[in-house]
């Protein structure tokens, strides 16, 4: 996939933080005379631990989908990170050929790149490597991606995280990606928000996010395999576009999660419905910056319903809505354009601030990059 295509594929309305599937106008011509030898891949990430990676599939059965009428139960892929004893086993898969063929299918400029790209991306973790033990367990990172993002774009914040002692549980939620495949073989598509891009929509998406990583945390911390290894008194969440703002609307009232991030998420609804007073950084292009009207300003509205003691707005100098995620490396490599601000050196960023917080939020390790602008990061501005 290349870069504006995808980007418009899988972008989120820079309005409203709810995505949208519509291919790009202006998308350049897919490069196809080598697309059969495309191995895209990922940033290896740079902690001291090996990387597993497990999937759990989660039927809730007391909630109906939300989605889709008729469905008794609502039924969730969550990917599960963790630090492990050692690389063994293969390498664990971006998405599945199904996932990879419905998101370049759906973009007519990708005609002849071969479906299964995506599938071939080249990750770090090792599919259900032993897991690294520690005493009192890891700390807990949720993550949730954009609407229409599949979980899988987060992958190379998931393996960062994983590899500097944290255990991470990337949730997808059902019928909001463009594809998500079960077990089973099943691939089911994006039906949320098809009636439009409302604060009522938003709204729900924000109670439905909500009610899933309650769900998670619940099954992770009752499992026999994840319970012991998880430190319940030390959760964040981390979330991209929509699953940023939810992240936001979510903290002040979860019962579990301590800290959080939104990664240029735009907000709607744009005002909490209890103040936000954990923890809490945004971190986004700039167009989120103070009065530059990103969001229709949702940032601006959003900030002063965050009153606790420690908060922090970041923009990017260069940062695209996809700069804070996997694709900001992956669409160069298949052809599209750069953003300004290069893909490795975005994804650089965003694990280096985002690791920060998490250090100082859930392993009380000081921070001094927090503080104040980095030379090592002029492109970091705090306001």
């Known amino acids: 996939m290349r870069k504006t295509a995808v980007a418009s594929l899988l972008a989120l309305s820079a309005l409203t933080g709810i995505g949208t599937v519509a291919a790009a106008a202006s998308a350049p011509t897919p490069v196809s005379t080598s697309a059969s030898a495309l191995r895209p891949a990922l940033p290896a990430p740079t902690g001291g631990h090996a990387v597993g990676r497990s999937v759990m599939h989660l039927i809730d059965p007391g909630r109906p989908d939300p989605w889709v009428a008729g469905q008794e139960a609502r039924e969730l892929m969550v990917s599960v990170w963790y630090p492990a004893r050692k690389a063994v086993g293969r390498p664990a898969p971006y998405v599945t050929p199904q996932e990879s063929e419905l998101i370049i299918r759906s973009v007519p400029q990708l005609k002849d790149v071969p479906p299964d790209t995506l599938a071939r991306t080249e990750t ?3 599919v259900d490597a032993p897991a690294l033990k520690r005493k009192g367990g890891w700390p807990l990172v949720v993550l949730s991606p954009g609407m229409t993002l599949p979980r899988a774009t987060m992958t190379s914040l998931a393996e960062e995280f994983a590899s500097r002692g944290y255990l991470v549980a990337g949730i997808e939620h059902t019928y909001e990606s463009i594809a998500t495949t079960f077990p089973d073989g099943r691939t089911v598509t994006f039906e949320a928000g098809r009636g439009g891009q409302t604060p009522e929509l938003g709204a729900k998406v924000a109670r439905v996010r ?12 009752g499992s026999r395999r994840w319970g012991r290894l998880i430190d319940e008194s030390r959760i964040a969440m981390v979330g991209h ?3 940023g703002q939810s992240a936001a609307h979510l903290l002040p009232g979860s019962r579990w999660i301590k800290a959080a991030v939104n990664l240029d998420g735009s907000y709607n609804p744009r005002t909490p419905a209890e103040p936000v007073e954990k923890p809490f950084m945004m971190i986004g292009n700039p167009r989120q910056a103070p009065g530059a009207g990103g969001g229709n300003g949702s940032w601006d509205l959003f900030w002063p319903h965050v009153t606790g003691d420690w908060k922090r707005w970041l923009t990017v100098t260069g940062a695209e ?3 804070f995620v996997d694709y900001a490396v992956l669409q160069p490599q298949l052809g599209l354009p750069e953003h300004p601000l290069d893909g490795e050196r975005a994804v650089e960023i965003t ?3 985002v690791t920060a917080f998490l ?5 009380g390790r000081r921070q001094p990059l927090l503080d104040r602008p980095s030379a090592d990061h002029p492109e970091v501005r705090f306001h």
């Open 359 to 363: 250090d100082l939020h859930l392993k």
């Open 321 to 323: 809505h996809m700069s």
């Open 241 to 243: 576009s929509v699953g």
């Open 124 to 126: 770090y973790a090792r």
């Open 210 to 221: 909500a009610a899933d990583t309650a769900f998670v945390l619940d099954r992770l911390e």
């Open 351 to 353: 694990r280096t601030y």
